[in-house]
Antibody
């Protein structure tokens, strides 16, 4: 069975960089898309982007293009979401999930809380 | 990509049915049969309940069903149970160069 285990909660200051991770276990890491979904405090779900580990094909939400980078390391079956310069508005819970290129996600990580505050 | 529109809340008594709508456009729901529904309990990760409009993943009770008509998709929960109280989100594919767009979410209360 597929399991996704995300890195722990982070507290950062505006302007700092951050990279959170999503460790995949199960079969065929390179055969599924991995997506990142944001949930700001008290708000709904928002798709950020998806990546296909098989060929690193990556797609971003137009509203977030350039603000984050999604990557994978196939050797350790881990996906990443990173920021070069955090803002207070990046405060949210971030989920990774596996699925297809149509945005249908069947397995989810437990979520990583990122708090950005001065 | 604008979020799909869902009613903020819905409710029903145990044993009754509740239907949640999800309204989009011809560029998303109306154009593709890639509508999915997620259940999220407070403080928990979302769980896939329906995919490809009306298919249930293994382990999801058949009390949950999905449908689509035109630009609107619907999730029906029959025989409501206390554990069905949660937030529900729809999602739809919105064409190439995109992946999925979520709905605004509906809080279901079991009275």
């Amino acid at each position: 069975e597929v399991q996704l285990v995300q890195s722990g909660a982070e507290v950062k200051k505006p302007g700092e960089s951050l990279k959170i991770s999503c460790k995949y276990s199960g079969d065929s890491f390179t055969g599924y898309w991995i997506g990142w979904v944001r949930q700001m405090p008290g708000k709904g779900l928002e798709s950020m982007g998806i990546i296909y580990p098989g060929d690193s094909d990556t797609r971003y939400s137009p509203s977030l293009q350039g603000q984050v980078t999604i990557s994978v390391d196939n050797s350790i079956t881990t996906a990443y979401l990173q920021w070069g310069s955090l803002r207070a508005s990046d405060t949210a819970v971030y989920y990774c999930a596996t699925g297809d290129s149509y945005g249908q996600f069947d397995y989810w990580g437990q979520g990583t809380l990122v708090t950005v505050s001065s | 990509q604008s979020a799909l529109t869902q009613p903020p809340s819905a409710s029903g008594s145990p044993g009754q049915s509740v239907t949640i709508s999800c309204t989009g456009a011809s560029s998303d729901i109306g154009g593709y049969d890639y509508v999915s529904w997620y259940q999220q309990h407070p403080g928990k990760a979302p769980k896939l309940m329906i995919y490809e409009v009306n298919k249930r993943p293994s382990g999801v009770p058949d009390r949950f069903s999905g449908s689509k008509s035109g630009n609107t998709a619907s999730l029906t929960v029959s025989g409501l149970q206390a554990e069905d109280e949660a937030d529900y989100y729809c999602s739809s594919y919105a064409g190439s160069n995109s992946f999925g767009v979520f709905g605004t979410g509906t809080k279901v209360t079991v009275l």
